[in-house]
């Protein structure tokens, strides 16, 4: 009896797992790519979100953080550019280094993107107690590490 419950909570999180990384993207540009903001992707708006609305960060700030090629960023953060959500300037001290701010449009789009990542979390954590809360997180950052120990 205990051996067919696991089995069918293997395939119960199995199945909800597959359909979460499958849907994800579709459901995240479904909520966010609309009017404002329709002329950007998903990913773009990952870029705002990394680009942020702290301090100035470096263009290898950025690329550490999203886990991407400084080609594959410089290609992004010239189209957030070009469409006016990004801002690049090169340091006062070290001219190589190449800083990218936020423009208004872009702290309108990151303000977008937080908004429906807190009511994602906010839909997830509605009904749960403290102590599912508790396990949920748990649970989650141990998908994290087995998430990272692949990108290794």
């Known amino acids: 009896m205990c051996q067919n419950r696991m089995q069918d909570n293997y395939n119960i999180l199995n199945s909800i797992?597959?359909?979460?990384?499958?849907?994800?993207?579709?459901?995240?540009?479904?909520?966010?790519?609309?009017?404002?903001?329709?002329?950007?992707s998903v990913t773009d708006m990952h870029i705002i979100e990394a680009v942020?609305?702290?301090?100035?960060?470096?263009?290898?700030?950025?690329?550490?953080l999203l886990d991407v090629t400084m080609g594959t960023l410089t290609i992004g953060i010239n189209g957030l550019v070009k469409k006016g959500y990004?801002?690049?300037?090169?340091?006062?001290?070290?001219?190589?280094?190449?800083?990218?701010?936020?423009?208004?449009?872009?702290?309108?789009?990151?303000?977008?993107?937080?908004?429906?990542?807190?009511?994602?979390?906010?839909?997830?954590?509605?009904?749960?107690?403290?102590?599912e809360a508790e396990i949920l997180v748990r649970t989650l950052k141990k998908l994290d590490g087995f998430f990272e120990e692949i990108k290794r």
């Open 17 to 40: 797992l597959v359909n979460l990384f499958n849907d994800i993207m579709g459901i995240e540009e479904k909520a966010l790519i609309v009017g404002e903001f329709s002329d950007i």
């Open 52 to 64: 942020g609305i702290g301090e100035p960060r470096t263009m290898s700030q950025i690329s550490k």
């Open 86 to 131: 990004v801002e690049r300037r090169r340091g006062e001290k070290d001219k190589r280094v190449v800083y990218a701010t936020l423009t208004d449009k872009g702290h309108r789009a990151y303000a977008h993107h937080m908004h429906f990542h807190r009511n994602m979390v906010e839909a997830v954590m509605r009904d749960l107690s403290d102590d």
